[in-house]
Nanobody, 119 residues
Framework: QVQLQESGPGLVKPSQTLSLTCTVS??????????WGWIRQPPGKGLEWMGV???????YYSPSLKSRTSISRDTSKNQFSLLLSSVTPEDTAVYYC???????????WGQGTQVTVSS
């Protein structure tokens, strides 16, 4: 059973960089042909896809967030991470990490972590 767990600060100040890590257990992030993504949900809004990193380390980002987003991985720790720079209160959301299967469905999700951007 694959499990994902987000970790990181729950409060970030405006203009700073949001940093989250997803720790994966029960499966390797280098296993063909999965990808590992970040999705967020602002309060009162729907899910917003942010980006993914593939099993071989290739990244894809949402065009609307690409200039501020970076996804990386540490295969020795079976973790992948999100950096979102120059945050504003509009970046306040529950942030999820999830696995994308070969069929491109997100089949395993973390529980989500609340991040609030406020001074």
């Amino acid at each position: 059973q694959v499990q994902l767990q987000e970790s990181g600060p729950g409060l970030v100040k405006p203009s700073q960089t949001l940093s989250l890590t997803c720790t994966v257990s029960g499966g390797s992030i280098t296993t063909n042909y999965y990808a590992w993504g970040w999705i967020r949900q602002p309060p009162g809004k729907g899910l917003e896809w942010m980006g993914v990193i593939s099993y071989d380390g290739i990244t894809y980002y949402s065009p609307s967030l690409k200039s501020r987003t970076s996804i990386s991985r540490d295969t020795s720790k079976n973790q992948f991470s999100l950096l979102l720079s120059s945050v504003t209160p509009e970046d306040t959301a529950v942030y999820y990490c999830a696995r994308r299967s070969e069929s491109e469905a997100y089949d395993y999700w973390g529980q989500g972590t609340q991040v609030t951007v406020s001074s």
